[in-house]
Structures are given as C-alpha cells and as structure tokens.
C-alpha cells in the first residue's frame, strides 16, 4: 500500500479539505468495513488506491490522507453481512457514493449491473460484478469562496411572494441569455433572468431540486430523462445538469454566483429539497449508496418482511428521520445549504414522511420538527412543507406549526371549484381569502404560514388549466395512464387551444381572475414561472420527464403574452401597495374600534352585510369583502408606521354579468377602482363611485375597489 492513511477524526462527516490533506468519514452502524477507494482526476475508471479506513469512532469509519487535494475522486465500499432478512444488503462489489459528497463527477449507468443482488432458485444472493465502471464519482470540493458583502435579503414572511421555476426550465430559451449559459446556474444568475423577477415584483425564487439526482432506469429505458428531479442522490452536491462549464465541481462556484446575485437584486433563494426517499427505490431498486452503507439504518423496513421497504413517497423507499444519525444527515444537508450556498430556506417535499416515527405513524412532535425549531440556523429561514405522503395518515394540512409554513392545496381546489362555477364553494373559499384560520391559527402561526397557489410544477399550467378538460400525458409514453385527473380544471369551451375569440376571450377572463384572486388573498402567494407568460405543456399535466420545450418557459413577446406579463405585474404591485392584502395577523371578525366597522365584512350584492342564513345558500356565487384599513395597517420593526387603505373585493363566479351596490357611505363616501378582472389592460384611468353606486362586476370576474381618503 503506497498511500499513507492516518487515523483522522470521525467528524464533520464526508469528505474535508483542512488545506493539507483530506478526512474521510462515514457512518455505517452495521458495517464491518468501509473502504475508500481513490481514481486518477484525468481518468476516473482508473482506480488508483484501495484501503479501508483504519479507524471507527460511534459507527463513523474515518481516515485522513495527507497530501490530498480538492478534486480528488473517490467512492466507498462496505464490507458486512448479507442478510436480508435482517435488512443488511452489504456487498462490497458495488461502488457507493459518500451521502455526505460535496460534488458528483457522472451519472450511475442505468444498464449497468447497479442491483446489489441476484436471484438464485428464488433466493437473493450478492450480485458479484464491479458496479464501479458505471458508477458517477465522488469529489472533494474546496469550499473557499469570496462571498463579498453577500447577505440574505430577509423578506418579511408576509410581504414574501414565491415564484416556483426549474433552473433549465426557466432559463433554457431566454433569448437575452447567452447560449451556452442557457439551462445552467450561470443563466440563472444572468442579468436578464434577475431583471425579469425583479420587474415581475416577486421576492423568493422556490427551485424545483437542485440536488444531485438520477433518472429512474425504467424513464431511461424510454429514452426520458427525471427532469424535474426528485430522486436525490446526493444531498450535500449541486446536480451537475445545470453547470455550464462541464459539471461537477464547477457547479458548485456557478451556483453560489448565481445566489450571489440574486441577492444582489434583493431576491431570495428557496430549495425543493427531497428528503422523504432516494434514487435507490425498492429492494429490487440500485445499490448507489444508502442501502450499500447502511440499508437497516437509512430506510424504513417492513417489521414483517425486513427484507422489504415500507413506501410512504409512492417512490419504493422512505428515509427513516426516527433514526438518529438519519435525522443528522437532513439536518447537516440543510445547514451545509445555508452556510456554505447562502440559501434562503426550504421547500420540503412530502414532508409528512419527515414526521414519521416508532411505528411508522407521523406525529406533530416528531424529532425532525423539534431540531429543526430549535437550531439557530435552520429556525431562521423560511421553511415550507408539502404537509401530505401517500402512506396511511399522510395528508396533515395545519399539523407542521412553528416554524413551518404550508403548501395550502385546500386554497388551489377552492379557488378552482369557485372559478369553474360549483355550488357552494363561497364559505370555504372565504376562509381561504382570509388566511385559512382554520388551519393555522391554533398553531400560533400567522396568515403566512399558508402557502396559496392555483397553479404549481406538479399539474397544469394556468393556460392548460384554463383550456383543457382532461390531461394529455402521451408524451411520457404510459398511455396517459399517470398523472390525476382531479377534475379541477376548467374547460371553457373546446377541448385545447380554440379559433373561436369568444372561447378564448373567456379563458383569458378567468386566468386574470384566478390569479387575481391568488394575490389578493391573505397568505404567501406562490406563481408558477410561466404562467405570467402564457406558457403552455399542451394538457400535459405531468411533466416530470420531459427535458425540452413542453417544460421550458417560452419567452413570448407576442401581444397577449405581453398583456398577462403586464397584468401580472399589476397585481404583484397592488399587492405590496396594500397592507390589507398581505396582513400580518389573521382578520378576526370583530370592530377594529368603538365606531369603526369589523376589520373584514362580508357583503351580498345589495351592499348590505350576509347574514347566517346567506351562507347557508348553495347557489350563492356572488359576494364581497370590506376589507378595513384601519385594522390593516402595518408598524416597522422601528415603529414607522405604514397607513393602509379600506378595500372592496366583489367576486361573480356566475356566467352572467351582475349589478352589486356599494355599501354605505359609513364605509367609505368613494371608491376608486383599482383592479377589473373583466378587461385585459392591467392599467387605466381609475374611475370613482360615490357611495350608493352600483359597480358591473362581469361574470367569472373580479373587481377591487380602494377607499379614497
């Protein structure tokens, strides 16, 4: 043996340049070995060292070598017991990837011999091929980075808007991007993207998964590819698809610039993070890592059948958060975000799975959502959960608390239900417009906490949603079988795009006033990148393997795209101008003084008050909202003081146009209109209502009326 390997420290774990040498450490609580095997930079299937690590410190193999630089490659190997009975699926002829790998160099090869077992007369044995050719390699990374005077923007929870892209998705056809920055971090980053968010008005940018992730062998097979990316992997690297100067470590500088400037303009950064499975599946799935290092540990087993996976995700596999070393893992890869990448939070996918503990039930007070509101990294970024898995008990809107916000899908499916015309949909859906109280109060969480959107990456389009009945999968070649039809969508007309203007001139109506309504609603509003463009995946409602132009944002400069884009604005400007609109605490109901008016007052279409036996009628679609500016009104964190405006809110979910008379003049003697959901032109001249006026509000449309003082 020529490499000399000392003894090292069984922390921090993975791979760490000190500037003299490397520490190499793995935690495998049923491992007898770990051996870390090094490859030669200019030819990485040449393995150039073997040697176990020397020494094991609470189930953390670890090793240090001299004289190693960044950009050495290296994989594992474990050594244990073949035992699936027990959960053990040791087998040190597969190449594993450290969990802990700071940068990937490759793909693992879908065709190659990636399954840790074989089947002989029924009985899973040790497959006994080298996995090692067709297995991606790990690569110390320098962490040094001149960050400048770098700071994270800190938007307020309540005046955050989100803006959900794809890093290729989003970048990958702006013509203003350089091309060979098109699809990568560096186009992320480039003036001409920042330049759009900026004059769109948002304030967080959510990325679909950046983590190194793999495309399943069955899409490969097709000929697709996971586009979207959530089959992680590698938690600590940035996926090497979105590096423009060859991958791996490369990816990780462009991606700090890309943040670096995102913040510059004030923008924030927020991560899809998947923590609730990996890229290794059933126990029929690839040994890449996990289930080489540790299957026992890193998975939940069936109690029955250890030699199988309990599947909360739907994905083959669920990461087990209850075990200790499991949880440390998450935690350390959302630290190692924030303090090395400078994030600013996290979306956490199916984060129900997180919360599942002992006997595989998920519970409110779960070791997970303890540490994580305890540490003084990660309680001080924005944090948002998909609070629903597929296992039994999964769905948990309202069940995460502090510090988590939530994806609200109740908003999505009531916003939509009101919209397309169902009965009955008016008190829930004045609740959703409120905050959703319901869900998050009790929790001591504010109207933030819920996360509303009508649209997002996982489903239609606004376009689609507006112009199809029924999904068109096709392309994803399982005969349409896979996505949900949840007969949310709205079909105004004909099935797709439609020659007829009246047809078109209705979709476009209601596509205002779905997003209108998702920016005057209290909450945190989310856009899905595209939409304020027209951007269509022609009824594909799951898009998840589709790497080119039916998943890319196409910037259309065309009139009506150009008059959404100016429509989108508008409301995003509405929004941060208005304090009643983006409110701090949750409406309660009650008179905000001894004379004043309640602080939200609901109103039929004679201007006066509902009453209990109006939100008993079904076929009510027809309602208002005196929004009080005085209950509204914001205080700085220095005590400036931020006055609001009294607002008025009509929504017609009817056909029909409907005549709706003002308050009374106790509410306020005049109203300039501010928004007309009915009429494309995002701006005008403001037109004033005397007290007792009646103001057209068209059907399918909404209107916005300001108090004029």
Not at 579 to 602: N, Y
Request: net charge neutral; hydrophobic share 40%; glycine share 10%.
């Amino acid at each position: 043996m020529s490499l000399p390997v000392w003894p090292g420290r069984p922390f921090p774990l993975g791979a760490t340049f000190d500037g003299h040498g490397v520490n190499f450490a793995v935690f495998s609580q049923h491992a007898t070995a770990v051996d870390l095997c090094l490859f030669a930079p200019l030819s990485p299937n040449t393995q150039t060292e073997r040697v176990p690590l020397p020494s094991r410190t609470n189930h953390v193999f670890h090793g240090y070598v001299p004289g190693l630089m960044p950009g050495a490659l290296y994989g594992l190997r474990a050594h244990g017991p073949w035992a699936p009975q027990d959960g053990h699926r040791f087998n040190p002829k597969k190449l594993l990837v450290d969990p802990y790998a700071r940068a990937l160099v490759g793909k693992p090869d879908p065709t190659g011999p990636l399954v840790g077992h074989t089947l002989h007369h029924g009985a899973e044995t040790p497959d006994a091929t080298d996995s090692a050719p067709f297995m991606p390699r790990c690569q110390v990374v320098d962490p040094a980075f001149d960050w400048g005077k770098d700071a994270p923007p800190r938007v307020p929870a309540h005046r955050t808007v989100l803006y959900e892209a794809h890093v290729k998705g989003l970048t990958a056809l702006h013509p203003k991007v350089p091309a060979r920055l098109r699809g990568t971090y560096a186009g992320l980053g480039h003036k001409a993207v920042v330049d759009h968010l900026l004059g769109l008005g948002v304030t967080t940018v959510e990325l679909l998964p950046i983590h190194e992730s793999v495309t399943e062998a069955f899409l490969a097979a097709k000929g697709l590819t996971n586009f979207w990316g959530y089959n992680t992997l590698g938690f600590f690297a940035p996926d090497q698809r979105f590096a423009s100067k060859g991958g791996h470590a490369s990816a990780v500088a462009e991606l700090k610039h890309a943040i670096k400037a995102l913040h510059a303009a004030g923008v924030e950064v927020v991560l899809d993070v998947v923590f609730n499975h990996t890229a290794e599946g059933n126990h029929e799935g690839p040994t890449l890592a996990f289930r080489g290092l540790d299957n026992a540990s890193y998975y939940w087993l069936d109690p029955s059948k250890r030699a199988r996976h309990r599947d909360f995700t739907g994905c083959g596999n669920s990461l087990n958060l209850s075990h200790p070393r499991v949880l440390q893992l998450v935690l350390d890869s959302l630290r190692a975000w924030v303090t090395e990448f400078h994030v600013d939070g996290f979306r956490l996918d199916l984060a129900s799975t997180l919360g599942r503990v002992g006997d595989g039930a998920f519970h409110e007070g779960a070791p997970f959502f303890a540490a994580v509101a305890q540490d003084p990294v990660l309680s001080t970024v924005k944090l948002f959960a998909e609070p629903w898995d597929v296992g039994e008990g999964g769905y948990r809107l309202g069940s995460f608390g502090v510090p988590f916000a939530e994806w609200n899908d109740r908003f999505r499916d009531t916003v939509r239900r009101f919209w397309r015309g169902d009965l009955g949909q008016v008190p829930p859906l004045a609740s959703r417009l409120t905050g959703s109280s319901d869900y998050f109060e009790l929790s001591g969480r504010k109207p933030s906490a819920s996360v509303n959107f009508v649209t997002c990456h996982d489903g239609f389009t606004l376009v689609d949603l507006t112009s199809y009945a029924h999904k068109h999968n096709e392309a994803n070649l399982e005969d349409n079988r896979d996505g949900t039809n949840d007969n949310l969508s709205a079909n105004w007309g004909v099935e797709g795009p439609s020659d007829d203007p009246a047809v078109e001139a209705l979709r476009a109506r209601v596509r205002r006033s779905l997003l209108a309504t998702l920016f005057v609603s209290a909450g945190t509003p989310m856009l899905l990148a595209g939409d304020e463009l027209l951007r269509t995946q022609r009824g594909n409602n799951n898009a998840y393997c589709q790497d080119g132009p039916l998943s890319f944002v196409a910037w259309r400069d065309d009139a009506s795209a150009q008059a959404m884009l100016a429509f989108t604005k508008r409301l995003l400007t509405l929004r941060a101008a208005h304090p009643a609109l983006h409110r701090l605490d949750f409406f309660t109901g009650r008179k905000t003084s001894p004379r004043g008016h309640k602080d939200v007052v609901w109103l039929g279409r004679t201007g006066k008050e509902l009453k209990d036996v109006d939100w008993t009628d079904a076929g009510l679609l027809t309602f208002g909202a005196f929004l009080s500016g005085e209950a509204s009104e914001e205080v700085g964190p220095r005590g400036e003081r931020h006055p609001a405006d009294s607002l008025l809110l009509y929504l017609n979910g009817a056909a029909d146009d409907v005549q709706v008379s003002l308050p009374s003049a106790s509410y306020g003697r005049r109203w300039r209109l501010l928004l007309d959901t009915s009429v494309e032109a995002a701006t005008g001249e403001p037109v004033a209502f005397a007290d007792g006026a009646t103001v057209t509000v068209a059907g399918k449309a909404l209107v916005l009326l300001q108090k004029e003082r």
